[in-house]
């Protein structure tokens, strides 16, 4: 059977797209280091993705953080149930080191793998609630700063069901990453986060409405996602620091987003805070989910 050319070149970009993920050493511009590259393969999965429920403990371990530098970690009061860990590969480039990769959901972390269902996932939770009465789900790590140690960084990507947004959707699913400040607020509709270095050169949170490239090739649960972002801050070796990972739903409760998160590293190299997407926008086409 002869296939035309237009969809054999989708065909082409997509295979392409789905094999391509660089290694958790890359590195490059914006002081964040130096180096190369390489594609990885990362099989799409055949069948539902396997997500174990998890404490705070072993949220930290599946982001491969290092036991010996761990104090303690806490899930400051958030329902267990936006929390798990899988060693599954889904999410297009999950799991990034160590073999597991940990998941914050402001529904049901259980259902945030493949095949994505109907209507997306969805489920209210109990536990923390922003002054939007939206879910909050929250990881608090203590962490002892080795001496030699200049940056902190890790990977994640931000999955929701408000992408694609429809035309008068008001909601705004937003994750932070936080230094040494738990305080979140809302204001005019946008969450306020001091502290929070997940953010890009113009200072904009990574949420639904943040101007972020999307794809809706998600391999999750959900109808649309960022890039792959690696995200630094400063930090002083010998010191003690809290992180707070935290996501949360705005404007709407019932439509759900997760963030999957691994690969935590120190850096002895100095780097300034913010975001790298780690994927070159070559790879990352906006094509609907077969």
Same mark, same amino acid.
């Given at each position: 059977?002869?296939?035309?050319?237009?969809?054999?070149?989708?065909?082409?970009?997509?295979?392409?797209?789905?094999?391509?993920?660089?290694?958790?050493?890359?590195?490059?511009?914006? %002081?964040?280091?130096?180096?190369?590259?390489?594609?990885?393969? +990362?099989?799409?999965?055949?069948?539902?993705?396997?997500?174990? #429920?998890?404490?705070? @403990?072993?949220?930290?371990?599946?982001? $491969?953080?290092?036991?010996? @530098?761990? $104090?303690?970690?806490?899930?400051?009061?958030?329902? &267990?149930?936006?929390?798990?860990?899988?060693?599954? #590969?889904?999410?297009?480039?999950?799991?990034?080191?160590?073999? &597991?990769?940990?998941?914050?959901?402001?529904?049901?972390?259980? $259902?945030?793998?493949?095949?994505?269902?109907?209507? %997306?996932?969805?489920?209210?939770? &109990?536990?923390?609630? +922003? $002054?939007?009465?939206?879910?909050?789900?929250?990881?608090?790590?203590?962490?002892?700063?080795?001496?030699?140690?200049?940056?902190?960084?890790? @990977?994640?990507?931000?999955?929701?069901?408000?992408?694609?947004?429809?035309?008068?959707?008001?909601?705004?699913?937003?994750?932070?990453?936080?230094?040494? @400040?738990?305080?979140?607020?809302?204001?005019?509709?946008?969450?306020?986060?001091?502290?929070?270095?997940?953010?890009?050169?113009?200072?904009?949170?990574?949420?639904?409405?943040?101007?972020?490239?999307?794809?809706?090739?998600?391999?999750?649960?959900?109808?649309?996602?960022?890039?792959?972002?690696?995200?630094?801050?400063?930090? &002083?070796?010998?010191?003690?620091? +809290?992180?707070?990972?935290?996501?949360?739903?705005?404007?709407?409760?019932?439509?759900?987003?997760?963030?999957?998160?691994?690969?935590?590293?120190?850096?002895?190299?100095?780097?300034?805070?913010?975001?790298?997407?780690?994927?070159?926008?070559?790879?990352?086409?906006?094509?609907?989910?077969?």
């Amino acid at each position: 059977m002869r296939i035309a050319a237009k969809s054999l070149l989708l065909i082409m970009i997509t295979a392409l797209y789905l094999t391509v993920s660089l290694p958790a050493s890359a590195v490059s511009v914006q %002081g964040r280091g130096s180096g190369t590259t390489q594609a990885e393969s +990362n099989p799409a999965p055949a069948g539902p993705a396997t997500i174990s #429920p998890a404490d705070a @403990d072993q949220l930290a371990a599946a982001m $491969n953080v290092p036991g010996a @530098d761990l $104090n303690w970690a806490d899930l400051m009061g958030s329902d &267990t149930d936006g929390v798990g860990v899988s060693n599954a #590969p889904f999410a297009n480039w999950f799991p990034r080191a160590g073999g &597991t990769f940990a998941i914050l959901s402001t529904g049901l972390a259980a $259902n945030a793998g493949p095949p994505k269902p109907p209507t %997306g996932p969805s489920g209210k939770l &109990t536990g923390l609630f +922003n $002054n939007d009465l939206g879910d909050v789900v929250r990881l608090q790590l203590n962490l002892h700063v080795p001496n030699n140690v200049k940056c902190l960084s890790f @990977d994640f990507a931000f999955h929701s069901t408000e992408f694609p947004q429809p035309s008068g959707t008001i909601g705004n699913d937003t994750f932070t990453a936080q230094l040494d @400040d738990d305080a979140l607020s809302i204001i005019d509709g946008v969450v306020v986060a001091p502290g929070n270095f997940a953010v890009d050169g113009a200072g904009n949170n990574v949420s639904v409405k943040g101007g972020f490239s999307i794809t809706t090739f998600t391999q999750s649960a959900y109808y649309g996602a960022t890039s792959l972002f690696q995200a630094s801050t400063p930090v &002083t070796g010998g010191s003690t620091i +809290n992180l707070y990972l935290s996501i949360q739903d705005l404007k709407d409760d019932e439509i759900d987003s997760a963030v999957f998160l691994d690969n935590f590293r120190w850096s002895t190299q100095a780097c300034q805070p913010g975001l790298k997407d780690l994927i070159s926008t070559v790879y990352l086409p906006l094509m609907a989910q077969p």
